[in-house]
């Protein structure tokens, strides 16, 4: 069965710490994975996206990592802020038929 | 602007109405979704199209009906056969067949039943 399971289910840091979320998948064929931001009441924006040969992509801030052998991905937060507060989403995407297989997400807050 | 709209934003539906959730896109995106989202859980797929005039059930799709008679709207009609729809609702939009296959997601739009 495909599935994505994103760890932890919450998270609480201090602004200007960093943290890491995990996102293991057993999701077959593979095509992409990608990170969402999701802020609260709003709809989830794009962070990352990372194929099959490719092992870490960066955007400010995130850093994303992609072991295509163990099907482990983690997105890696630098010296947080109060507006990174919201949810991280995980999605991979299969090849062929082109569907979405979504996490249920980590919700992060930053506190001040 | 390019981007994907939802309207209301927010929606409060008597129990026994139908109410239908707008969705717009200038993206020129063939494929379009429809997505519900509760409380610790993750997106759910309704409905999808690929096409104009077609369209497929997702996982969810009991009490629930869309149409696509244009490439650039997708709407999707809650109906009183829906036990329990309230939930925040995702309308998405993508490429399809080509490239890296990214969704947009609109705002979303939260539904009340009281």
């Known amino acids: 069965k495909n599935q994505v399971e994103q760890s932890p289910q919450s998270l609480i840091i201090l602004e200007g710490k960093n943290c890491t979320l995990q996102c293991n998948y057993t999701v077959s064929p593979f095509s992409n994975l990608r990170w969402y931001k999701q802020d609260t009441g709003r709809g989830p924006v794009s962070l990352t996206i990372?194929?099959?040969?490719?092992n870490t992509k960066s955007n400010g801030r995130y850093t994303a990592t992609l072991d295509a052998d163990t099907k482990q991905s983690s997105l890696h937060i630098t010296a947080s802020q109060l507006s990174d507060s919201a949810s991280y989403i995980c999605v991979v995407t299969t090849s062929g038929t082109y569907k979405y297989i979504f996490g249920t997400g980590t919700r992060l807050k930053v506190l001040a | 602007d390019g981007g994907i709209t939802q309207s209301p934003k927010y929606l409060f539906r008597k129990e026994g109405q139908n109410v239908t959730l707008s969705c717009e896109q200038n993206l020129n995106h063939d494929a379009m979704y429809w997505y519900r989202q509760d409380p610790g859980q993750g997106l759910r797929l309704i409905y999808y199209?690929?096409?104009?005039?077609?369209?497929q059930k997702g996982d969810i799709a009991e009490g629930y009906s869309v149409s696509r008679e244009k490439k650039e709207s997708f709407p999707l009609t809650v109906t009183s056969a829906q036990k329990n729809p309230t939930a925040f609702y995702l309308c998405?939009?993508?490429?399809?067949?080509?490239?890296?296959?990214?969704?947009?997601f609109g705002p979303g739009t939260r539904l009340t039943v009281l």
């Open positions: 990372m194929t099959f040969s490719e």
């Open positions: 199209s690929q096409i104009v005039n077609d369209f």
């Open positions: 998405a939009s993508s490429t399809y067949g080509t490239g890296s296959y990214e969704q947009f």
